[in-house]
């Protein structure tokens, strides 16, 4: 039989008039060698045999270390080494010194009757007083079990696996996840892509079927998630550690508007190893008119252009509409509309009348149509004027896949667009329970951007809102990551069931929000190393340092060299390469012959046509989309852009 | 523990006072007997290298005074050795310098070495400030090691010994031994520094 060593206690509680013991904090002393620091985790047993038996067992967490000597004042010492720094260091005998520690209790067994803490004995933690310390017990283990990892709790050689909930995680009991740290630290974004690889590997099976839908709003960092990256033997250990898998994301689909010439695609995954899985995004009038509202700024909100934008959308789009003048519409492209826009001015303009038109102002109308023509100008490659949509497989979104939607380069006009739509096709679907999966991450970077804790109450900021306070019912779960959280909307934050900082810049750590934090917590948050964090969970009654390994997905800047994005191709050479992408047989020239003389207008509608019917011979249904050639001249659809009345919304009514 | 019979005579038989008294001076006595058995103990056991710093005098012990690695630094200066000029030169020691070592006579039992050391300068306090006197065994090289051995215990400045009232004497060694026996003694054996009726934490 294997004798195994009673554990060794590494200091005693002691509670003094000044420094009492309290049902939720205590204090210890140690030697002056010890591995405990800030953040590590001890076990307190009141009497008993060091195996915790009859007598009250208390976890804490360190928050905070004093190291005292028996020096009265400062002076004392100076005048011990006469005046000189130098020869202070020469004394022969060292001066006495303790390490005192103040720690807050993270749970006490039995928990009832609530006590202060038993001056006791202090024990360094096992793996197994860091499962019970952080109530972890209840769902790592189980009949159902729903844990999910989120990293290493380290202290004194110790290697802990920590979880979180998955039903305080992404629903229902709790949901959504913060996370807040300086930017440049590999940090937010790493944290995130770890987490989401460890949710897809151990979500637990009767939760259903879960995706991600991620907003890359700048540089590479999202646009490599299904590619290895390179990993330490330290990374590797964690993972095994962790019970997890290093490898990247399985089924990545990544989304990008074109850029203004409607080819070439408005991102960096554009190496020809990689674009094959990067497929347009692309709306036209119908996807924007429900969304119009985030078209409007502060001054434009009013129930004038409100009842005019529904006119449109319910009474007029794809419906056969009498403009009053004579004229017959039928709206489907910002093209229709704008040639319903200049019937209209253009009748009331001949027939003299007044500047109403079916009870909306002139005035109104100009307002909405200045807006969606602001929309088609700034955000060429997204709207399409009149050409067919590609939007993300609503209803067909699959298990364990993530969805990239590429909003770099996009006007910021255009991301509030994409956003909102988005989320709210997602929500629209979740509450149908027809998306394809039962659970939707949704992470979004730079969320101060988006829900701002002062400023416009936005469309997509009342959205937010929506997601972080009813989501969890719907399993939609919003990941949002920022740099300054007091600079979030204090609704979205505080409905994030889980809170992780990476490394924190000082002027923010002395704002209100972190008054809860110990002095040397706020120091150890302010000096963390990358890959480390500190995780706040609803188990969890205080906050617990842990380290992540590196997510097993190329870096977006290892990406961006490994994979340099192609560089954008004149017009015929971009649809040869939208067209190879479908078919690698297709001949470039039997391409260029076919698109010579036509019009860019009916060359992009008829790849958008071809890319959307995913036909066995695209070559063939690109020909018959393109129609029979005429000649350059017979190009009569040619039409003038519509020049924006006030490109700035601005305009004084 | 143990317990001892104190005698008294026979007009304080019955009076707390004269008891208290004879109890205490059984105690220091019994504690006198435990340091010179225990610094006995001690250098018997010396290596090559090591010294043994006695709080107090080593005349009291044959085998400590007769030690050439032992050495007594008494802070207290009850017994005057010199008179006239000597005494003032000795009084008057200036900072960091030491007196030539002489024979102390008088109370001591064995014969031991000696001489004055001031570790902080006395000038605006009184002429004891900083004085030690040191004793050690009456050999040689004790008496040919005195400066260097000098210049050892005035490095012993540092760490002052503050909070205690006798810093300037007390090298920081000997009062940690005090604060940790301070620690361990029983609560009743110190002086309670105030009343004893507890406080209300403020």
């Known amino acids: 039989m294997i004798q195994t060593r009673a554990p060794e206690p590494i200091g005693r509680v002691v509670a003094t008039e000044l420094k009492p013991a309290t049902p939720h904090q205590f204090h210890f002393w140690t030697a002056t060698e010890t591995a405990i620091g800030i953040g590590a985790i001890v076990r307190v047993e009141d009497g008993g045999n060091g195996k915790g038996e009859g007598g009250k067992v208390v976890y804490g967490v360190v928050t905070d270390g004093f190291a005292y000597s028996d020096l009265p004042t400062p002076l004392h010492d100076v005048v011990g080494a006469d005046g000189d720094p130098a020869r202070a260091a020469d004394s022969p005998t060292v001066r006495q010194e303790i390490r005192l520690w103040t720690a807050a209790v993270l749970r006490q067994e039995p928990e009832e009757p609530l006590q202060p803490v038993p001056l006791g004995r202090v024990f360094v933690a096992s793996d197994a007083d860091v499962a019970r310390a952080l109530r972890m017990e209840t769902y790592l283990h189980g009949a159902t079990p729903t844990a999910i990892p989120v990293g290493l709790y380290t202290s004194g050689g110790l290697e802990a696996p920590v979880y979180l909930d998955a039903d305080f995680l992404l629903g229902p009991e709790a949901a959504h996840l913060n996370i807040s740290g300086v930017s440049g630290l590999a940090t937010k974004t790493s944290a995130v892509e770890f987490l989401l690889s460890s949710i897809f590997q151990r979500f637990p099976a009767h939760k259903g079927r879960i995706a991600a839908v991620c907003f890359n709003v700048k540089g590479p960092d999202l646009c490599f998630l299904d590619q290895p990256g390179s990993l330490d033997d330290a990374d590797r250990r964690r993972y095994a550690r962790l019970g997890l898998t290093a490898q990247p994301f399985a089924r990545v689909r990544y989304y990008a508007p074109f850029k203004a010439d409607g080819v070439n695609l408005n991102t960096l995954r554009t190496h020809a190893d990689l674009v094959a899985n990067v497929e347009p995004l692309v709306w036209g009038l119908q996807e924007v008119l429900d969304f119009a509202e985030v078209l409007l700024n502060r001054d434009d909100i009013d129930a004038k252009a409100d009842a005019f934008i529904d006119f449109l959308a319910d009474r007029v789009l794809n419906k056969a509409f009498e403009d009053g003048f004579g004229g017959s519409h039928r709206v489907q492209t910002f093209a229709d509309l704008d040639a319903l826009f200049r019937s209209i001015f253009d009748g009331l303009e001949l027939a003299g009348r007044s500047d109403m038109w079916r009870t909306h102002h002139i005035a109104t109308m100009r307002k909405v149509r200045n807006r969606l023509s602001n929309i088609s100008t700034r955000c060429k490659g997204l709207v399409t004027d009149d050409g067919p949509s590609n939007d993300l497989p609503w209803g067909d979104f699959e298990d364990r896949a993530v969805y990239v939607i590429d909003l770099a380069n996009v006007d910021p006009l255009g991301q509030d667009l994409v956003f909102a739509r988005a989320v709210s096709k997602l929500r629209e679907h979740l509450e149908r329970r027809d998306l394809g999966v039962d659970a939707v991450v949704v992470f979004v970077d730079e969320l101060n951007k988006y829900a701002p804790a002062d400023g416009p109450d936005t469309y997509v900021r009342k959205m937010l809102l929506d997601i972080s306070e009813r989501g969890r019912y719907l399993g939609l779960v919003l990941f949002g990551a920022e740099q300054f959280r007091s600079q979030v909307h204090r609704r979205v934050v505080g409905n994030a069931g889980t809170i992780v900082y990476g490394r924190m810049d000082y002027d923010e750590l002395a704002t209100p929000g972190y008054q809860v934090l110990s002095p040397a917590t706020k120091i150890k948050l302010a000096t963390l190393p990358i890959g480390e964090l500190m995780v706040r969970h609803p188990h969890f009654t205080q906050p617990i340092f842990v380290q992540f390994p590196r997510p097993a997905v190329l870096r977006g800047r290892d990406g961006v060299e490994r994979f340099p994005p192609a560089t954008d191709l004149p017009f015929a050479d971009a649809v040869v390469r939208q067209l190879v992408r479908l078919d690698r047989g297709i001949r470039p020239n039997a391409v260029h012959d076919l698109i010579v003389d036509r019009s860019p207008d009916d060359v992009r509608r008829a790849l958008a046509a071809t890319r959307r019917a995913r036909a066995t011979e695209p070559l063939a249904f690109f020909r018959k989309a393109l129609g029979t050639r005429v000649a350059a001249a017979g190009l009569s659809r040619q039409r003038e852009p519509v020049p924006p009345l006030n490109p700035i919304s601005d305009e004084p009514y | ?202």
Not at chain 2, 89 to 106: D, E, K, N, Q, W
Request: one cysteine or more.
């Open chain 2, 1 to 202: 523990m143990e317990l001892l019979d104190v005698p008294l005579p026979q007009d304080a038989v019955g009076q707390p006072g004269p008891a208290l008294e004879a109890a205490r001076r059984a105690v220091e006595n019994a504690r006198v007997a435990l340091e010179k058995a225990l610094g006995e103990r001690h250098v018997a056991a010396l290596e090559a290298e090591e010294w043994l710093v006695v709080d107090g005098v080593l005349s009291e012990s044959a085998r400590l005074a007769a030690h050439p690695r032992a050495l007594g630094v008494v802070k207290s200066h009850g017994a005057q050795y010199f008179e006239g000029d000597a005494l003032k030169r000795a009084l008057t020691l200036p900072a960091l310098h030491r007196t030539s070592v002489f024979r102390p006579r008088g109370r001591a039992h064995h014969d031991v070495c000696s001489w004055y050391l001031r570790l902080w300068p006395w000038e605006g306090n009184d002429l004891l400030f900083g004085l030690l006197r040191i004793e050690g065994a009456p050999a040689p090289a004790v008496v040919a090691a005195a400066s260097a051995t000098s210049a050892w215990l005035v490095r012993e400045r540092a760490p002052v010994s503050t909070p205690d009232a006798r810093w300037d004497r007390l090298l920081y060694p000997i009062h940690d031994v005090e604060t940790y026996l301070r620690a361990r003694a029983p609560r009743d054996l110190l002086p309670a520094p105030a009343s004893r009726l507890p406080r209300a934490a403020s």
